[in-house]
């Protein structure tokens, strides 16, 4: 009997498999969390709301508001409402925000003058001297916002604040728990919802 010869080539280049990051608690990952790849900016951050914001008139129709028969419903209303009416809340607090602006006087006044001086030292864009260091333009900035933060407590923009939060959160609240979620969507259709948005 003849013996054949038989060549298998088994080069390559052989990689471990990938290992997932450890995550701590929770299933929190720590690795993400320290490494920030790029905080986007108020305008993106409108921009990206905007784009989900659901219908006003869907958000609005009083035919939808009903009470829940008991409390694990309540809860799970809340929780499903929050999630598909998420834009439309950052909305209603925005509103309340530019509300309890307007209503005030001495914090816009403020406001705009934190924004006047921070639009003239960037047109100067000039470095100045403080305590012999000098401050580039975005640290005039800086300094000039933590030193309005006096003027801002004198004319009330803590009361301002706490009650924009105590608004936002009631108004948020009663629309979760009485808006009935179910008449426009089912559990189905809304977790297809939330995989393609």
């Excluded at 390559?12 to 969390?33: D, L, V, W």
């Excluded at 989900?52 to 028969?69: D, I, M």
Aim: charged share 15%; hydrophobic share 45%; glycine share 4%.
């Amino acid at each position: 009997m003849e013996e054949s010869d038989v060549h298998i080539d088994v080069s390559g280049n052989m990689e471990p498999p990938k290992q997932e990051p450890k995550t701590g608690f929770s299933g929190f990952n720590m690795s993400t969390f320290t490494s920030f790849a790029r905080v986007p900016n108020l305008w993106d951050l409108l921009r990206l709301t905007r784009q989900n914001v659901r219908p006003w008139s869907e958000f609005l129709q009083t035919s939808n508001f009903k009470s829940v028969a008991n409390v694990p419903r309540l809860t799970n209303r809340i929780i499903r409402n929050l999630g598909y009416f998420q834009s439309n809340y950052l909305f209603v607090s925005l509103g309340l925000i530019v509300y309890c602006l307007l209503t005030s006087p001495l914090i816009l006044i403020v406001l705009g003058a934190v924004f006047y001086a921070c639009y003239k030292i960037k047109q100067a864009n000039a470095p100045v001297a403080f305590f012999s260091r000098q401050l580039n333009t975005n640290q005039q900035c800086i300094a000039v916002n933590i030193a309005s933060v006096p003027l801002l407590y004198l004319a009330g923009a803590g009361a301002v604040m706490f009650w924009v939060i105590g608004a936002s959160f009631f108004v948020i609240s009663l629309h979760a728990a009485f808006y009935n979620i179910d008449a426009i969507v089912t559990e189905d259709t809304e977790s297809f919802l939330t995989e393609t948005v």
